[in-house]
Nanobody, 119 residues
Framework: QVQLVESGGGLVQAGGSLRLSCAASIRTFSTYDMGWFRQAPGKEREFVARITWSGGSEFYSDSVKGRFTISRDNAKNTVYLQMNSLKPEDTAVYYC????????????WGQGTQVTVSS
C-alpha cells in the first residue's frame, strides 16, 4: 500500500519561497512517476508539476513554469517542490501523488499541505 506524507506548507508573503516535501512509503519508489497538484478554495484540483520515475523529465503547468521546480531523491523516497516568487494565487492545499511508470492515472494521494501566500 502506498502512503504519501506531505510537509513544508505554511504562510509566506508574496515573492517568498517555500519547499514542499513528500515522503513516500513505496518499496519500489524509483519505478513511480510523482506529481504535485493543488486545490484552491472553491476550485477544482489542478495539476502543478510531475517528474518521471528516473527524474529525467519534468513537466509543469503554465501558471508555475519558471517559478516552481520539482525534484526527487530516490535514495530517500522523497519528492520535492521548490516554490519561488510565490503569488497570492498560489494559495491552495498542495497534494503529492504517485503513479506507476507507464500508467496515466495518479492513483495514490497524500493528505495535502496548506500553502498560504499573503499579499
Amino acid at each position: 500500500q502506498v502512503q504519501l506524507v506531505e510537509s513544508g506548507g505554511g504562510l509566506v508573503q508574496a515573492g517568498g519561497s517555500l519547499r514542499l516535501s513528500c515522503a513516500a512509503s513505496i518499496r519500489t519508489f524509483s519505478t513511480y512517476d510523482m506529481g504535485w497538484f493543488r486545490q484552491a478554495p472553491g476550485k477544482e484540483r489542478e495539476f502543478v508539476a510531475r517528474i518521471t520515475w528516473s527524474g529525467g523529465s519534468e513537466f509543469y503547468s503554465d501558471s508555475v513554469k519558471g517559478r516552481f521546480t520539482i525534484s526527487r531523491d530516490n535514495a530517500k523516497n522523497t519528492v520535492y517542490l521548490q516554490m519561488n516568487s510565490l503569488k497570492p494565487e498560489d494559495t491552495a492545499v498542495y497534494y503529492c501523488a504517485a503513479r506507476r511508470a507507464g500508467t496515466t492515472v495518479f492513483g495514490s494521494w497524500g493528505q495535502g499541505t496548506q500553502v498560504t501566500v499573503s499579499s
